[in-house]
């Protein structure tokens, strides 16, 4: 008998069963006495079974790998619950930092906040009046004779002396205690000293300039209204950078800033985690989506199957119909074959029912180290 294939069920196969139960009934064969089923019969048996059970395997290897797949998106799934239910629980991580968010905002609500300059601004603004301290008194530096580089950089020292004092001077004036309090009173000395050395430079070179190069251009100056306006500009700057100095010092601005930052530390913290608690929903939301969709899979596969298994047993039973009404119809005598009053045979299916398939991914898990070990066991 030849073996039927998955492509050789149709008309040629029934033609072909019927022609097997002719030839089979003109020789009665099987005996009239015989009880067990025609061996067609079993071929046919046999053949469909073998075939449902590579339909079998193939939908075993197929569910296999959407399985892994369900087991590992519902592995993730309770893992970034997990890690959520540690961020937004009653006691998470979320609630920790609210309520220090809460405190520290109550602590900010609690200091007055004061006229201030953050550091940033200080700097740039004193770094600024030192740069315009250059300009300012490098016409009164050119008295000392030196190359324009020279006295450029004679002009940086005086500048960063009344830059130093108003540093200190600002502090002092906010009356702060401090472990060095004779550094505010040398810094005031030294600027005071400056500014008035600078003064009698200035002096210097203007009366310098009124008696010998001004009677020449017959130009007419007031060496004492040039030096109090040099004078001016550099009380002016000098009282620019004290000021910003005392706005940028004080207690009442440290505790300020310092409750600021730790609100705003806080503040951020929350935003962090409630950023990151709602990519995990989102990421929680697409594990279902993927979840639902992994099971649709499973389902639909069973049941594709499923079906073809039910085509071939149903094909199956069809064959064995066919030869034995042939067989029947050609055999020589009238009477009916013992064989012949029992039900056809049954034609087994391996594909389960799609309620039947397996979800536990902790059995599957177990089952597969289980494996693993015994393979590792069997290792020379």
């Known amino acids: 008998m030849a073996t039927i294939g998955v492509w050789g069920l149709g008309w040629y196969t029934r033609w072909r069963a019927a022609r097997e139960g002719r030839w089979d009934g003109r020789r009665e064969r099987p005996p009239n006495e015989q009880e067990t089923p ?114 450029a950089l004679a002009t940086l020292a005086p500048a960063a002396v009344l830059i130093f004092g108003a540093h200190f001077t600002g502090i002092a004036l906010k009356g702060e205690s401090s472990e060095y309090r004779w550094l505010p009173r040398l810094a005031i000395l030294a600027s005071s000293f400056t500014l008035l050395l600078l003064i009698g430079v200035a002096y210097l070179r203007e009366e310098f300039v009124r008696q010998t190069i001004l009677p020449v251009l017959r130009v007419r100056l007031n060496p004492l209204v040039v030096t109090s306006i040099f004078a001016l500009v550099n009380i002016v700057l000098l009282l620019l950078a004290t000021l910003a100095s005392y706005l940028s010092h004080g207690s009442d601005v440290e505790n300020y800033l310092a409750a600021r ?28 989506v993927q979840l639902a969709d992994l099971r649709a899979q499973r389902v ?52 389960p029912e799609p309620e039947a398939i397996d979800w536990d991914c902790q059995a599957d898990e177990e089952r597969t180290l289980s494996r693993r070990g015994a393979a590792e066991a069997r290792r020379p």
């Not at 071929?43 to 469909?48: G, H, P, R």
């Not at 199956?316 to 009053?341: C, D, F, T």
Request: hydrophobic residues 40%.
């Open 261 to 288: 930052r730790k609100f705003l530390r806080a503040q951020r913290e929350v935003l962090a985690v409630e950023a990151a608690a709602a990519q995990m929903r989102k990421e929680l939301e697409n594990l279902a």
């Open 38 to 151: 025609p061996a067609y019969e079993g071929f046919v048996k046999n053949e469909i079974e073998r075939i449902n059970h590579a339909i079998f395997e193939r939908w075993q290897r197929l569910d296999e790998q959407l399985f892994r797949r369900y087991c590992t998106a519902l592995q993730k799934r309770s893992h970034i619950q997990r890690l959520l239910d540690e961020l937004t629980g009653e006691n998470g991580k979320l609630a920790q930092l609210s309520q220090a968010l809460k405190h520290a905002s109550d602590e900010l609500g609690r200091v007055q906040r004061p006229l201030y300059l953050n550091k940033p601004s200080y700097l740039a603004i004193v770094a600024t009046l030192g740069l315009l301290e250059v300009p300012v008194n490098y016409s009164a530096m050119q008295i000392l004779g030196l190359d324009p580089l020279l006295t």
């Open 300 to 351: 639909k596969l069973c049941e594709s199957h499923r079906q073809i298994e039910h085509q071939f047993r149903n094909e199956g039973e069809v064959l064995m119909s066919i030869y034995r009404k042939a067989n029947l119809a050609h055999r020589p005598s009238a009477s009916q074959p013992a064989w012949a009053k029992r039900e056809l045979m049954s034609i087994g299916t391996y594909v």
